[in-house]
């Protein structure tokens, strides 16, 4: 089964901080995509990558930055963070040329930026 | 650009009920529908698809139909668990599954005994 894992369930910190949040994904898959989800709001996309070293940005990436160094592992940063960026984070991943296939997702970040 | 517009909820059913949430969709191409659960504390996980018009997708009971012609995915259930109890999640892809998803803002489902 195709594996997602995002190194934090639960995550505090503080209004200014850099914050890491950290996806890995062992299915060898070259695309990978960060999603914020808010209540009411549904799931946004703020950043995505086709390829080690590439970004594009989604809908929403304000005051968020992504590193793809290697392909298994893809980083979405709070360069600064604010409590306006408090809320659940969901890390995807999914293969490109084979047609239609879905994203998998991991279990989520949930962030408090106090 | 790409939409989805889906039946907020929250929905309330008792077990054994008939489900239905609605689904449209607006899109300037020939996208791929999906509809995808998130489960209490979960991610999300495909719940099922449809790549082309008139398709059927189905799984764990669950179906529904690409209609072009009123650009709708709907998704049904003859007799829902309360293990269906869930959040739903419409979806379309203009190129593919694998590549950036839209998403409805979701359908709260309870299932009571």
């Known amino acids: 089964d195709v594996k997602v894992t995002q190194s934090s369930r639960y995550l505090v910190k503080r209004t200014g901080e850099k914050v890491f949040l950290e996806c890995v994904q062992d299915?060898?898959?070259?695309?990978m995509f960060w999603y914020r989800q808010d209540p009411g709001l549904g799931l946004r996309l703020i950043y995505f990558?086709?390829?080690?070293?590439?970004?594009e940005k989604g809908d929403i990436p304000e005051g968020y930055s992504v590193s793809r160094e290697k392909k298994e592992r893809f980083s979405l940063i709070l360069e600064s963070a604010s409590t306006n960026q408090t809320s659940m984070y969901l890390c995807?991943?999914?293969?490109?040329?084979?047609?239609?296939?879905?994203?998998?997702f991991g279990d989520g970040t949930r962030l408090s930026i106090l | 650009g790409d939409s989805v517009t889906q039946m907020e909820g929250p929905v309330t059913l008792s077990e054994e009920a008939f489900l239905t949430i609605n689904c449209t969709y607006t899109?300037?191409?020939?996208?791929?529908l999906f509809w995808y659960v998130q489960y209490p504390g979960e991610g999300l996980q495909l719940l099922l698809k449809?790549?082309?018009?008139?398709d059927k997708g189905s799984n764990k009971g669950f179906e529904a139909t690409y209609r072009k012609e009123t650009t709708s995915f709907h998704l049904e259930k003859g007799s829902v668990q309360v293990s269906d109890s869930a959040v739903y999640f419409c979806a379309l892809s203009e190129r593919g599954g694998s590549e950036k998803l839209v998403f409805g803002k979701g359908t709260k489902l309870t299932v009571n005994p």
């Open positions: 990558s086709y390829d080690v070293k590439m970004k």
């Open positions: 995807a991943s999914g293969s490109s040329g084979t047609g239609y296939q879905p994203q998998h």
């Open positions: 299915m060898d898959h070259e695309n």
């Open positions: 449809a790549t082309k018009a008139d």
């Open positions: 899109a300037t191409g020939y996208p791929s």
